[in-house]
């Protein structure tokens, strides 16, 4: 007798959406949205929230429409074979060159705090190899693990929060709108990439205990890491202030100086092992994600074969740039410009595409029956 396999629980959705966009406040994230707006920095997570809120709601609202059936299905139903077919294509490509980069980042963040003597290229390989192994477990391991870990990685986060505000200044979130107001609303428009993972989470819906649970899961992730990374940032100005600008890795920075009392110093060590345990996840199920999406471009029922291929391109992609700054100054902001613009401009169009053909009235007498 076939067993289906186990879906995924809201716990373990949450969990893994937590890890995956909460994580942008621990790497270099939080120094590019200072260099951009200075001290209104902390503000740029929930602006930008805000405006991606819209066409979220839009795509979780289309989706609702087309039960069990996951983000490049609905695509290619609505916008048609050829057409369809492109959008997924573009879709895969930015998630592609993405994690690439990401991955290229956190190498970059463990050579240079952790293991300066090591060759980026042996980290780079040993991330990418994890991450390949833990993606072929699958979704519902992946979930699993993620719902384990949450509890720890939350609390060692807020706790290095803590003990980093000892020698932290309040005044220094003056003057509170940093270098003006139409410069926070451009910059928080140009970030929506900050929340572009909660448009390729809907891939996972066929995956989950039911539609019902993936958007309230949704929310609720949604909610919870705008919050987060906005106070990481408030945090972290407080902390550097105008040395914050030159601050690349400001987390990862402030753990190393950061103790338990006297008794206790250098104690980054525990924060580090939370903080890589979480990577791993992170680019685990960015990499499942991803051989989702080829798998289903290219008709490739067992599409979890292709993973070790994919992290072997990625890890190549990732190792063209030669030095960590041209990863944070050049590669990742053209992937955030359009990522983010990308994703909700597709979002947008799909409900026009479902509003036009009257899949609405149809889901709406559907229900009324």
């Not at 980042?105 to 705090?113: K, P, S």
Request: charge should be positive.
């Amino acid at each position: 007798m076939n067993q289906q396999p186990a879906k995924l629980g809201i716990r373990e959705y949450v969990s893994i959406a937590i890890l995956m966009v909460g994580a942008k406040a621990s790497e270099d994230t939080p120094a590019t949205l200072y260099n951009q707006v200075q001290n209104a920095a902390w503000m740029i997570p929930i602006l930008s929230a805000g405006l991606f809120f819209i066409p979220l709601f839009l795509l979780l609202k289309t989706l609702s429409l087309y039960e069990n059936k996951n983000l490049f299905s609905v695509i290619q139903k609505l916008l048609g074979r050829y057409i369809g077919f492109i959008v997924c294509l573009l879709i895969f490509v930015i998630s592609s060159f993405a994690i690439s980069f990401d991955s290229r980042t956190y190498t970059n963040i463990i050579r240079t705090f952790y293991f300066p003597t090591t060759p980026n290229i042996i980290i780079y390989a040993l991330l990418m190899v994890v991450c390949a192994y833990g993606a072929k477990k699958g979704i519902q391991h992946i979930g699993s693990v993620s719902y384990l870990m949450i509890f720890y990685f939350v609390l060692s986060l807020y706790l290095a929060l803590i003990l980093s505000t000892q020698d932290s200044n309040i005044y220094s979130i003056f003057p509170i709108w940093g270098p003006g107001k139409l410069e926070v609303l451009k910059v928080g428009t140009q970030r929506l990439t900050l929340f572009a993972e909660f448009f390729l989470f809907t891939l996972l819906i066929p995956y989950c205990a039911s539609n019902k649970e993936f958007r309230k899961g949704t929310w609720i992730a949604f909610v919870y890491v705008s919050i987060q990374i906005s106070v990481c940032v408030l945090i972290f100005i407080c902390m550097f202030d105008v040395t914050f600008g030159g601050t690349a890795f400001p987390f990862h920075t402030a753990i190393r100086y950061v103790s338990l009392g006297s008794y206790l110093p250098n104690v980054e060590i525990i924060f580090f092992v939370m903080w890589i345990m979480s990577a791993f996840i992170r680019f685990t199920a960015f990499l499942y994600l991803n051989a989702l999406m080829f798998g289903h471009i290219f008709k490739i029922k067992d599409f979890e074969i292709l993973i070790p291929s994919l992290a072997t391109i990625y890890l190549l992609i990732g190792s063209i740039p030669e030095a960590a700054i041209d990863v944070s100054l050049e590669f990742k902001p053209i992937i955030a410009m359009i990522a983010g613009p990308a994703f909700s401009a597709i979002a947008i169009i799909l409900w026009l595409a479902a509003l036009l053909k009257g899949d609405f009235k149809h889901g709406k007498n559907r229900n009324s029956m």
